[in-house]
């Protein structure tokens, strides 16, 4: 994602247009994104599986179990791109373009100027979405259960939680009792990262 949000942050033809186009992820609805993506893996009459067979590869059938969490992964990693560009392209527009000269006139190149200026300076960005990141895929339910209604190698914490509170079963409050307690789990990682995040900008600042 940083490559993409560095490629923005300079000034080309387009780049505005492709900006706005990389944010449609996030302006559509997670239903029209999952049934999209739902249609697209389908194993007979997809898109992707068109395409691989053009390439002369096999078809995946990539909503089974055994491809289940490998396609709500990238159909996660596509809803996620927009929010990751944002911050980074914000991040990066915040550091001064003195700093560079300053660091081209001395004889740094690209490489030197981004491990000595970008990364050092970034960090902080860096590491809140990566949090952030982090926590929505933990809570994620709507494109897994749009996709494969957590089937497979694709259940998680947050659609196991799901299925018990609002699935079929005999008993409603065994079920509603379990599924707070996964709801729990999901909250305590989440406090606990963020408590993680906390303490590694402390001792940034110490430094």
């Given at each position: 994602m940083f490559p993409v949000a560095s490629t923005f942050a300079k000034h080309f033809p387009l780049s505005t247009v492709l900006r706005g186009l990389f944010l449609v992820p996030w302006l559509l609805p997670i239903i029209v994104s999952g049934t999209t993506w739902q249609w697209m893996m389908d194993a007979d009459s997809g898109i992707l599986n068109r395409f691989l067979g053009v390439v002369g590869i096999d078809p995946v059938w990539w909503?089974?179990?055994?491809?289940?969490?490998?396609?709500?992964?990238?159909?996660?990693?596509?809803?996620?791109?927009?929010f990751?560009?944002?911050?980074?392209?914000?991040?990066?527009?915040?550091?001064?373009?003195?700093?560079?000269?300053?660091?081209?006139?001395?004889?740094?190149?690209?490489?030197?100027?981004?491990?000595?200026?970008?990364?050092?300076?970034?960090?902080?960005?860096?590491?809140?979405?990566?949090?952030?990141?982090?926590?929505?895929?933990?809570?994620?339910?709507?494109?897994?259960?749009?996709?494969?209604?957590?089937?497979?190698?694709?259940?998680?914490?947050a659609t196991w939680a799901y299925a018990m509170a609002f699935g079929k079963g005999s008993s409603a409050v065994i079920k509603y009792s379990e599924a707070s307690v996964v709801g729990t789990i999901l909250l305590v990682v989440a406090l606990v990262m963020g408590f993680v995040y906390l303490a590694v900008q402390r001792r940034q600042v110490e430094r």
């Open positions: 909503l089974n179990a055994e491809h289940a969490l490998m396609s709500v992964t990238i159909a996660n990693i596509w809803l996620g791109i927009p990751n560009l944002v911050i980074l392209y914000s991040g990066l527009q915040n550091i001064s373009a003195d700093l560079y000269e300053a660091a081209a006139l001395d004889g740094a190149g690209a490489w030197r100027q981004f491990w000595s200026i970008t990364f050092p300076l970034l960090r902080p960005v860096t590491a809140i979405t990566l949090l952030l990141g982090f926590v929505y895929t933990l809570k994620v339910v709507d494109i897994i259960w749009i996709m494969t209604m957590g089937t497979g190698s694709s259940q998680t914490l």
